[in-house]
């Protein structure tokens, strides 16, 4: 079970190609199957790479098992995050977030909100430049969550000095949690300090605008909602927020690169999904409209089906934190009580035994095929399943809408998705972009 403390930590978190299982996990379910026992950030662990326990974990949040990130985690999102509260302090939040992003809202503000900042990102982009994909998409993201979360656009030196922060925030929560001046993971808590300022700041000036005038005007956004329709907290607000800008925009930022790279390397799935966009649009032309609206992205079924792809081979999630809360059976395993266990989402989505041919990428898979909730789990599951999925499959379609009707790519250079484990581009995926009609054929 490797050394003491450290166990196989590093082992498991080598990096390796985020389609791919790594050789640690490879060596070991071949070794001792697909359940085995470890020593991993400190302490005793069961991994799994078995769908029914993973399946089992999830669905047990809060009667056999709960959340248990490692406590370095903890402190960089903070214990009134998402990621780190339990029981029914999650349960509150996860509700307030929920209410927030519900489908009324999806449909009647953020769609509008996301199709305006894909434009504003992809109307930017000139005939023949390389870019990096990844950091298109992080721009994106990032305004676009900003703006649902406080308000702020593009520009304003507020949001600037938060996504200034954010990377040096993001390079620590990947980092070892060394407490020493000048490391990744001493900077990312400098910067959490930062950007939770800036958030402290802006809802100074709500508040005060609450008492000079009794109410909030002009504002529709998740810090308006928190403040006038919760009893949250000052600190518990800040950290909610925080954890919504990074489920809101890391993941996606992950995803649409994927979405890319797979694309990129796979012509019949570009043209099929680009067939299907120049359908949605020609549709929308016969009745005199431009702007998309719900009814059109109920209308891309294959775009569903690459980002089910996209997300299964990609895996922007590769495993969870749980602990069990007590002895715990399941066909004939015991997992003792305070023992951790990680249910590697990723070794269900890559095996062959699930999912035909799991190295290829083949959003065909999924046009006659449900996803079942054991074998396909981008977003977890149980009572932790992630609140803004449909936001994030919002986001993933709308932008693919317009990037496949005006551009086509090419990768500029071998650059694949690495687990770190957060998924990672080391160079930012470079693609040379090249400007295409809406209506013409390629």
């Not at 503000?109 to 992809?122: A, G, N, W």
């Not at 990947?174 to 001046?181: A, D, K, M, N, T």
């Not at 890319?260 to 799935?269: E, H, N, Q, T």
């Amino acid at each position: 079970m490797g050394w003491p403390f450290i166990g196989e930590t590093f082992e498991y978190l080598k990096h390796h190609p985020s389609f791919s299982l790594g050789r640690y996990l490879q060596s070991n379910i071949r070794r001792y199957g697909k359940i085995f026992k470890s020593n991993l950030f400190g302490e005793p662990t069961i991994i799994s790479a078995d769908s029914g326990l993973n399946r089992f974990v999830l669905q047990n949040e809060g009667r056999f098992f709960e959340a248990s990130y490692p406590e370095s985690v903890v402190r960089i999102f903070g214990e009134y995050s998402m990621l780190s509260l339990t029981g029914d302090g999650h349960k509150e939040m996860r509700s307030i977030a929920m209410n927030f992003m519900s489908s009324e809202r999806l449909r009647t503000r953020i769609l509008s909100d996301i199709e305006e900042h894909t434009l504003l990102v992809l109307n930017s982009w000139k005939d023949g430049l390389c870019l990096s994909a990844s950091a298109e998409a992080k721009k994106f993201t990032f305004y676009m969550m900003a703006k649902n979360i406080l308000s702020m656009e593009p520009g304003k030196p507020e949001i600037e000095k938060i996504r200034r922060e954010y990377a040096t925030f993001m390079e620590g929560v990947v980092s070892p949690p060394l407490e020493f001046p000048g490391t990744p993971y001493m900077k990312a808590l400098k910067s959490r300090s930062e950007i939770c300022r800036v958030i402290e700041g802006v809802m100074d000036t709500r508040m005060n605008e609450m008492i000079r005038h009794g109410e909030m005007k002009g504002y529709n956004d998740m810090l308006c909602w928190c403040l006038t329709e919760s009893k949250l907290s000052r600190v518990q607000i800040v950290d909610l927020l925080l954890s919504m800008l990074f489920a809101g925009h890391e993941t996606s930022t992950v995803a649409i690169s994927l979405a890319i790279f797979f694309l990129g390397r796979c012509p019949k799935a570009f043209q099929e999904l680009r067939d299907e966009h120049l359908g949605v649009a020609r549709k929308k032309a016969e009745k005199g409209e431009s702007k998309l609206n719900y009814e059109d992205y109920k209308q891309m079924i294959f775009t569903d089906c690459v980002i089910k792809e996209t997300l299964r081979l990609g895996n922007v999630v590769k495993f969870l934190h749980r602990k069990a809360t007590q002895d715990v059976q399941y066909e004939g395993y015991v997992i003792p009580r305070g023992w951790k266990v990680l249910p590697v989402l990723s070794a269900v989505h890559l095996d062959g035994s699930i999912h035909k041919d799991p190295q290829e990428f083949n959003p065909w898979r999924w046009k006659n095929k449900l996803a079942s909730a054991a074998e396909f789990m981008p977003y977890g599951g149980g009572n932790r399943l992630c609140a803004g999925l449909e936001l994030a499959k919002l986001e993933l379609s709308v932008f693919l809408h317009h990037l496949v009707l005006n551009y086509r790519w090419e990768l500029a250079k071998h650059d694949e998705p690495l687990a770190f484990p957060y998924v990672e581009f080391e160079e930012g995926l470079p693609i040379y972009v090249f400007k295409i009609s809406k209506h013409a054929h390629i």
